[in-house]
């Protein structure tokens, strides 16, 4: 029903793009989207997911966000420039020596930028991404220490794009010591990870910090850690800076214990809580990876992030990527755009953006009416009943996506009360060539494990049957609909057959 | 002795370089290189040498033996 090829207006690199569509204005008619519906509730399922859910001053802070806000994840690119390279502590989780410019996770990148590579790379891709909101520091190594780069980055860019957000993730160690700098740059967002607040379980987590000229090990270099991460969280939020504190879930490490760090950040003012999976390889090279220690299930990580949930938000759409991303979350443009295919004098150009905030501001008011008068239909039925139902989307909060070319599928949990985004599942490997790859399918079939249905623009014949045997259904029916309100619209046509006894039971 | 970077293992990340208080690391091709002539095994200004404290890759901020020892010489 919607034409997604449309440019937005002012957009001069349309011609070389290939991911990012834009809808023309008011050419959706379809049914709401999203994530969450309670409003007023003041807690919600994933990270704000929307204008209901929070006071209208923080809301506006955020909106435009994607990683601090699930709405806006559908809608707004970030990018992050690699101008952090020094670690000042080392992490079971990491190997700075591994490199691959295939993988997509943190640490990883394909090259480091000065501070002002890093600026001419932030205009020129904003010049070709009017989607672009956010441009964050997150390594290689540690922003903060690397603090001369960071903040000469940050200053550059202010120059350059007033317009656009600033952001950088720390693992808290030099966080005390630049607060007022924090302030200074306007950075009005900063994530610190926080993996523990026991420093007997730190041991096991990071074996040294560097701090005041020394290294320290075991539950000293842990206590020295965690004091300083929840002294700098609690100075940066009474500084009135949005914190977002990431925890790494180490099953058997820190997975019971990160309920009592939810607590002991938010007690210091943190905004948000990222709760995601340990990513473990031996081809990595880092010590959880060569010793065997393994990530939590998709099931797990949920339990303890529904267990999370309370005065605090939790977010769920993390893809925990590259310190070089760019574009939405979920995708990785950074291939595109290193420094030497950049155009030698990108442009700032405002406008593109502005527009393009503008046509979304009306586009999630659409997305959201609609998924309320889908939610009317279903209200009080069937109470208890929740299903997952997982779609193929390539952005825009719409059902967009070709079920073979899906790289990930954004996972829904629906019940009479709403549909909510719970998380995404990767799969290994996905479709260029057709859509009768046998290798693929056993894959895609272990990430859509559990969904009743999975929403997508096309599905063919042969994954719609292999899917079929496996419980799952594929359906076509809401192509290029919102996902929230199409959600609930197939939870009202899996009710309906509940009823009738035609349904072979809850997925 | 002065300290030396075993440029295979060097990561590139830069570390080591802001710590050195004589200033005597700077980047080559990548990774980082210790001048020895201005090493002073951090004697004087550290306990510990801040290369070999800071490095995240065990065992490349070593002793150059093919160096006098800076507090010898």
Known sequence: MVDHSTEAPGNAGAARRRVFQIVPQGAPKGNGGGCGTKGGGGKTGCAAAGPGDLPPALWERIKDHPCYSEEAHHHFARMHVAVAPACNIQCNYCNRKYDCANESRPGVVSEKLTPEQAARKVIAVAARIPQLSVVGIAGPGDALANAAKTLRTFELIQQAAPDIKLCFSTNGLSLPDHVDAIKRFNVDHVTVTVNMVDPEVGARIYPWIYFRNRRWSGTEAARILSERQLEGLKELTAAGVLVKVNSVMIPGINDEHLVEVNRAVKARGAFLHNIMPLISDPAHGTHFGLTGQLGPTPAELKALQDRCEGEIQVMRHCRQCRADAVGLLGEDLSADFTLAKLDAEPAYNPGARRAYREFVEKERADQRAAREQELKKVAGAWPGLKIQVAVATKGSGCINQHFGHASEFQIYEVSAAGARFVGHRKIDHYCLGGYEDDEAMPSILEALNGCAAVLVAKVGHCPRRELEQAGIEAVEDYAHEYIGASALRYFERYLARLKQGAAAGAA | ?73
């Open chain 2, 1 to 73: 002795m002065a300290y030396k970077i075993i440029a295979s293992q060097c990561s590139g990340c830069s570390a080591c370089e802001p710590e050195c208080p004589n200033n005597a690391i700077r980047e080559k091709d990548g990774v980082f290189l210790i001048k020895p002539e201005k090493c002073t095994e951090c004697v004087g200004y550290f306990d510990d040498p801040q290369c070999v404290a800071v490095c995240p890759v065990e065992n490349t901020c070593v002793i150059d033996k093919s160096v006098p020892r800076y507090a010898a010489a």
